[in-house]
């Protein structure tokens, strides 16, 4: 049952849902505006049962959750069930990650979609310093022991130095091989 902008669910009804931003400020400033009430309801509601109901029935889903996956103490990250998929979504070739995170935050991570390259990049007096990381491997092939040899990093946080070359000779002797391109006559 929606509880939150539920007469926008009605056929001929051609309004965007207001942003989550939107919503908490109308929380807060507006909680008697006519948009909170549950139209399923006899009653009226305001935000603030609104957001009372929605707290109940988030309790009772992770009591649901606990009540299949036993009563130890409840995370994140195991109730969303995080699902990094293969690009050419094939489920067997996809891998379930304990990663919290959410969308709309600054880890934003959902179940299914989060950031595919995590960069950071710090502007020293000496040069360039970067470090990042990307979920899955250094290679597409599912049965390479580096298919998803840098997923944990990933889901942890943990980034890898990136080299920062302002000229071919800054990193020659960390170079493996090059590839040149050049464009057909």
Partial sequence: ?????????????????????????????????????????????????????????????????????????????????????????????????????????VNAHSRTHGPSWRMIVSLEKSGIVMWGVYPGGQSGNPGSMNYSNMLDHWVNGKYFPLLFMRSPEDGANRIFYTTQLTRQK
């Fill in 1 to 105: 049952m929606p509880l939150l902008w539920d007469e926008m669910d009605k056929e001929g009804v051609l309004l965007r849902r207001p942003t989550t931003f939107t919503t908490i400020r109308l929380l807060k400033e507006k909680p008697d505006l006519s948009l909170f009430d549950i139209q399923s309801t006899t009653g009226k509601e305001t935000g603030r049962e609104v957001i009372q109901k929605a707290f109940s029935l988030g309790v009772e889903d992770i009591e649901n959750w606990k009540s299949h996956h036993g009563n130890s103490p409840v995370q994140w990250a195991d109730f969303k069930d995080s699902y990094i998929g293969h690009l050419m979504r094939l489920e067997p070739l996809g891998i379930h990650v304990r990663s919290g995170g959410n969308r709309d935050i």
